[in-house]
């Protein structure tokens, strides 16, 4: 999974990606523009991978990723252009789910924080580069029509382009429209920013941090939305002590590290899920989205898996758990077989069989 964060200048992104991923990207007090992002990838620690790693004693243990992009700030009218140009848009298109990071405490350069204010911009921004791309690309279909070619295929993208327009004219993003399987995949290669799911992080200054509810409530009416101090937490990933660290979370009322609480809060946001892989040589785990099947289960795996699928093998982890042996699975009647089509289950444990 791919966490792009964005926000505006200054707004703390680079101090909660430190955190999240304890990296040492330089934060710097002026608003840092050209710079490039910067990349991390952390394993999601999961209890039920380190229970399945001691049944299954394998030689290696693996965890499910998250890979975190930390933007430079988007400035007004970057949705028109800059910003969302070049290496960066690259980026943002690529990533799975974006992460808005809000200032929620005064700043030397910026004054008192504006968190709504700043919501609704950064919304605009997005919905401004999805209304530029859609109008340039009607344009030149337009142009097509002129020399003739107004072909079939065209028209139907005309034809969702349109209501696309129409919609985010109307100030909503594209997550919001109800398209069907044919106009999804006619714009599945534009990776419109206001489609890809979005969660809002309100960076709190510690002083007021865990009473900002109002806030929240207001921010949750358009997003999905979850408070971390940011500062705080960066300098709670340095502490070698973690006795001295869980003191001082204890302290300020955070139940869990700032990575544990966004990952969580992704998940279930973006609707994944996790299953795993087991066996002598390696436990896995591994994301997909709620509703996907056991052939995209094994596409995600490796694509020979998708193409070769036979069947899966599959029972759960709850049900080895329960009766304590992957013997005791199949002895109780819990280990099934399933075909192509199965909706895989959170926590289930699969082995696919394939043949190309
Ligand atoms: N008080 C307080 N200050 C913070 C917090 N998070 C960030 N800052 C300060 O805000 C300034 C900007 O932080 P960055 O993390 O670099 O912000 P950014 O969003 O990455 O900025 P750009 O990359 O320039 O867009 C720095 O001076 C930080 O120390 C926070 O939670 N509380
Ligand atoms: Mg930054």
Redesign the pocket.
């Known amino acids: 999974m791919k966490i792009g964060?964005i926000?505006?200048?200054?707004?703390?992104?680079?101090?909660?990606?430190?955190a999240l991923t304890k990296s040492k990207a330089?934060?710097?007090?002026?608003?840092?523009?050209r710079?490039e992002p910067n990349l991390a990838v952390v394993e999601v620690i999961d209890e039920r991978v380190i229970r399945l790693a001691e049944i299954y004693r394998p030689k290696k243990t693996t965890y499910a990723a998250i890979e975190f992009i930390?933007?430079?700030?988007?400035s007004e009218g970057s949705g028109k252009g800059d910003a969302f140009s070049g290496t960066a848009m690259g980026l943002i298109k690529g990533v799975d789910a974006l992460a808005l990071?809000i200032?929620?405490?005064?700043?030397?350069?910026m004054g008192m924080p504006s968190p709504l204010q700043d919501m609704d911009q950064i919304d605009l921004e997005m919905l401004v580069s999805d209304l530029a791309i859609v109008e340039k690309r009607l344009e030149r279909i337009a142009r097509f029509y002129q020399r003739g070619q107004k072909t079939e295929a065209l028209q139907t993208e005309e034809k969702v382009l349109r209501k696309i327009s129409a919609h985010l004219n109307g100030n909503q993003p594209v997550r919001t429209m109800e398209l069907n399987g044919e106009e999804e995949k006619v714009i599945r290669g534009f990776q419109f920013l206001t489609k890809k799911p979005l969660m809002v992080i309100l960076?709190?200054?510690?002083s007021n941090f865990g009473r900002n509810e109002d806030l929240l409530d207001e921010i949750g009416k358009k997003h999905g939305a979850i408070e971390?101090?940011?500062?705080?937490?960066?300098e709670l990933s340095r502490l070698e002590d973690k006795a001295e660290a869980l003191m001082f979370m204890e302290d300020m009322g955070i139940e869990r590290s700032a990575r544990d609480r966004l990952t969580h809060f992704a998940y279930s946001l973006l609707g994944y899920i996790s299953f795993f892989t087991v066996g002598a040589d390696e436990v896995r785990a591994w994301t997909i989205r709620r509703g996907e099947t056991a052939v995209e289960a094994a596409g995600v795996i490796h694509s020979d898996l998708s193409k070769g699928f036979i069947r899966a093998e599959c029972f759960s982890y709850n049900d080895l758990l329960e009766c304590g042996s992957e013997k005791g699975v199949r002895e109780k009647g819990r280990f099934r077989l399933e075909g192509k089509n199965y909706v895989v289950k959170d926590l289930d444990i699969l082995s696919i069989r394939f043949n190309l």
């Not at 926000?7 to 430190?18: A, D, M, R, V």
């Not at 930390?70 to 988007?74: E, K, M, S, V």
């Not at 960076?203 to 510690?206: K, T, Y």
């Open positions: 964060f926000g505006l200048p200054n707004s703390g992104k680079t101090t909660i990606f430190n330089e934060i710097t007090a002026y608003a840092n523009t710079g930390d933007f430079a700030g988007l990071v200032r929620n405490y005064p700043d030397d350069l960076n709190s200054h510690e971390f101090a940011g500062h705080f937490e960066m």
